[in-house]
């Protein structure tokens, strides 16, 4: 339907002929919706027939400041393509999960989002942990971590203190390159 693409959101919209650029982002089912903001996508995952909800979606996302859900194949790609990436590898954290932990830190870390998004770091999280663990070794879960530059850095101190974990991401040290000249 098309009718919501009438409404004045403040949004710009672009339609995207075939299907390689969604396969980059784990996308399989077309027509899908996907939402940027500062280079990182949100995927719309309803149905796109139900207008009021895309509509309160697209919403949300525009005026809200939350800390964008990713899948795995999208970090893969940001991690290149933005200088600063803080993940949140949170596994399944939803209801029926029981995992309430992850949706506090979340909660904690959006209290910080703005301060991180001042200094260019795109602050994201993820249930999937498959590259956590195979990859950079994750061994506990929930974890935060930066990307710089694609060269991965872990948080080891507490999740539940925005504070403190506002003051690690921003540290000099921990936002420091290895192998860059300043």
């Not at 500062?38 to 697209?58: K, S, Y």
């Not at 893969?76 to 590898?89: M, S, T």
Request: charged share 30%.
């Amino acid at each position: 339907s098309s009718e919501w693409l009438c409404l004045n959101l403040d949004v710009p919209l672009l339609h995207v002929i075939g299907a390689e650029a969604p396969k980059k982002l784990g996308i399989d089912s077309l027509p899908s919706l996907i939402y940027y903001e500062r280079e990182v996508p949100a995927i719309f995952e309803g149905d796109l027939d139900v207008t009021d909800t895309v509509l309160d979606w697209l919403m949300d996302h525009r005026t809200a400041d939350t800390i964008e859900e990713i899948t795995e194949e999208v970090l893969l790609k940001i991690i290149y393509d933005i200088e600063y990436v803080a993940v949140l590898f949170t596994g399944p954290c939803d209801e029926a999960a029981k995992n309430t932990e992850c949706e506090e830190i979340i909660e904690e870390l959006e209290t910080v989002d703005d301060e991180v998004d001042k200094y260019g770091i795109a602050l994201v999280t993820t249930e999937d942990i498959k590259y956590a663990g195979n990859t950079l070794e994750v061994r506990k879960f929930p974890a935060l971590g930066i990307f710089r530059n694609g060269q991965f850095l872990l948080f080891d101190g507490n999740l539940h203190d925005p504070e403190a974990t506002l003051s690690w991401l921003l540290d000099e040290e921990t936002l420091e390159i290895p192998g860059e000249i300043d």
